[in-house]
């Protein structure tokens, strides 16, 4: 019986070591949590700083921004591409005009609905004006896709696209590209 005491004595001194050196040094412990806080914390402040700083903020309201400039393109777009038959037409509307769309967009446009060899006015009517915007990063440079048809004399029918960089607080265009779709003769043209 000796033996199984001395034996059972050694297996409970062994128990007992095995348990204090398996006891977790709570100071790295204690090092990662509050790690883990401070990130927690900067998480938090830049999630604040993004809300803030993003075109979505209660300051700033995209959809109405959005709404007013599609009205405001596709009126003038529209109108300078076949509601306009004239010179008088053009300088009754040209402030307007260049309100919406700049000095620099209004006056190419223009050129597109004169033939530059007879000055006449060729374009008869808008057939469709459709704006669509990208992603609104930047309120101050948003991606804007305009596309237009319109017919002219002879039946001619146009279609083109008009990418704009737009300033949607400003409601102001800051640049622009033009290219050309389609251009296609109608049947029963004028």
């Known amino acids: ?3 199984n005491e001395i034996v059972l004595w050694a297996v409970a001194i062994l128990c007992a070591v095995l348990v204090v050196v398996s006891i977790p040094d709570t100071t790295k412990l204690k090092t990662v949590n509050a790690q883990i ?5 900067k998480k938090k402040a830049v999630a604040t700083q993004a809300v803030m700083n993003s075109p979505y903020s209660n300051e700033f309201d995209l959809k109405s921004a959005e709404q007013h400039a599609e009205t405001t393109l596709k009126g003038a777009i529209a109108k300078e591409l076949g ?3 004239s010179k008088k037409d053009y ?7 260049q309100a919406a769309l700049g000095k620099q ?3 190419e446009l223009i050129n597109l609905n004169e033939d530059p060899n007879t000055k006449k006015w060729v374009i008869t009517k808008n057939d ?6 990208g992603n609104a990063d930047n309120v101050n440079k948003v991606p ?3 596309t237009t048809e319109f017919e002219q004399q002879g039946g001619t029918k146009k279609l083109y696209l008009i990418t704009l960089n737009y300033d949607l607080e400003n409601l102001s265009v800051n640049s622009y590209q033009i290219h050309v779709i389609t251009s296609s003769k109608t049947n029963g043209g004028n």
């Open 105 to 107: 967009l209004t006056t």
């Open 144 to 146: 804007v896709y305009v």
């Open 128 to 133: 469709a004006t459709m704006v669509a915007f």
């Open 91 to 97: 300088q009754a509307n040209k402030k307007q005009l």
């Open 1 to 3: 019986m000796k033996k």
């Open 83 to 85: 509601d306009l038959h």
């Open 37 to 41: 806080r401070q990130t927690q914390l």
